[in-house]
């Protein structure tokens, strides 16, 4: 066989993913058809190569701009919001509180992948170690999880603002909304740590070749050598309840939100409930919905996952910022503020 273009010889530098190499490791263009096996009481899988998005041969640097257009977007929107918010008092709300939460939770979750697949698209290497592949599905479930439940949180304090605003803020007190941020990130790390054990605890000897863009948990276990019944069920368990459990939470938040501003005799109270509620409903659309296709249907075809777990993982993260500043007059004024030079009125 022919030596690998990007890794070179597996002989002194070890860089094929497979300790020690029995053959020399194989042309970059055969990756998709032959992976990088061994005997299995012998070797261990300490690499894995990343496939990208499938069908994009010759399209790297149209992608690296794409991405990175998205990703710099992502950080400047989300900033924005935190630097709009942070200083201004006024806006030291439950509502604002957590909507911080939420921008910080998408500056992380768009940075789990994004900037290791722009470094495969400019250095044309495919490879991440077996730490970095561990490191990006611990975070891809424990963020994704927080935000799951942070939007939950998020539902049910525009259920008090709404159908209890003469109890809100004695309700939703500064304590109470830390230890509710706080349980979200310590029960996620929780979910997270138990599915990444579970994942890497399997033996890896054969193939070292994810088929995606990222590591997740579904890529990497078909390249385990052993039964992986159990972490299949504890996965699809974990996030189908979870995910699930939430979106029931937030419906019933909204079913009796919607029962409250029916029964309101002024429409101006009416309106404004109703925008106070809009944002939250498309960032809870644009999260339930990529989530819901990728999870609860495991057949299905590769062409849509990649475009979902794209739209999910680069795209949804941008668009909050804007969703948010868009319908929120305070947060629009912040950041004219903000632009402006002045500082914020405290």
């Known amino acids: 066989m022919e030596s690998h273009k990007e890794a070179g010889s597996c002989g002194a530098q070890r860089q094929c993913g497979v300790i020690p190499c029995r053959q020399p490791c194989l042309a970059s263009e055969r990756i998709r058809n032959e992976s990088y096996v061994g005997r299995v009481n012998h070797t261990v899988v300490t690499h894995f190569i990343l496939l990208g998005i499938p069908n994009?041969?010759?399209?790297?640097?149209?992608?690296?701009?794409?991405?990175?257009?998205?990703?710099l977007c992502t950080l400047l929107g989300n900033l924005l919001i935190l630097f709009a918010i942070l200083p201004v008092s006024r806006l030291h709300t439950p509502m604002y509180f957590f909507l911080c939460n939420l921008s910080v939770l998408d500056i992380g979750f768009s940075s789990i992948s994004t900037p290791k697949f722009l470094t495969n698209l400019w250095a044309k290497n495919r490879t991440i170690s077996l730490g970095g592949c561990m490191s990006q599905v611990f975070f891809y479930h424990f963020l994704g999880s927080t935000e799951c439940l942070l939007y939950t949180i998020m539902a049910y304090d525009r259920y008090v603002a709404i159908c209890h605003p003469l109890r809100y803020l004695l309700i939703?007190?500064?304590?109470?909304?830390?230890?509710?941020?706080?349980?979200?990130?310590?029960?996620?790390?929780?979910?997270?740590?138990?599915?990444?054990?579970?994942?890497?605890m399997l033996p890896y000897c054969r193939s070292n070749v994810v088929d995606s863009f990222f590591c997740d948990i579904f890529p990497v276990v078909k390249l385990a050598c052993a039964d992986t019944y159990i972490i299949e069920t504890v996965t699809f368990?974990?996030?189908?309840?979870?995910p699930m459990t939430c979106?029931?939470?937030?419906?019933?938040?909204?079913?009796r939100i919607?029962?409250?501003?029916?029964?309101?005799?002024?429409?101006?109270?009416?309106?404004?409930?109703?925008?106070?509620?809009?944002?939250?409903?498309?960032?809870?659309?644009?999260f339930f919905g990529p989530c819901a296709l990728v999870y609860?249907?495991?057949?299905l075809s590769k062409v849509l996952v990649t475009p979902v777990q794209i739209f999910s993982n680069v795209v949804t993260p941008m668009l909050n910022p804007a969703i948010y500043t868009l319908r929120n007059k305070e947060v629009k004024e912040a950041l004219r503020k903000l632009r402006g030079g002045q500082t914020p009125a405290l």
Request: net charge positive; with cysteine; charged share 10%.
């Open 56 to 71: 994009t041969d010759g399209l790297q640097t149209i992608l690296f701009i794409t991405f990175l257009a998205f990703y």
């Open 172 to 200: 939703m007190n500064r304590r109470v909304c830390a230890l509710l941020a706080a349980g979200t990130w310590i029960t996620s790390s929780f979910h997270a740590t138990i599915l990444t054990s579970l994942t890497f």
């Open 237 to 242: 368990t974990n996030t189908g309840m979870v």
């Open 247 to 255: 979106f029931l939470l937030i419906l019933a938040s909204y079913v």
């Open 258 to 286: 919607v029962y409250s501003v029916l029964k309101m005799n002024s429409a101006e109270g009416r309106r404004k409930a109703a925008s106070t509620c809009a944002s939250h409903l498309a960032v809870v659309t644009l």
């Open 296 to 299: 609860t249907q495991p057949q």
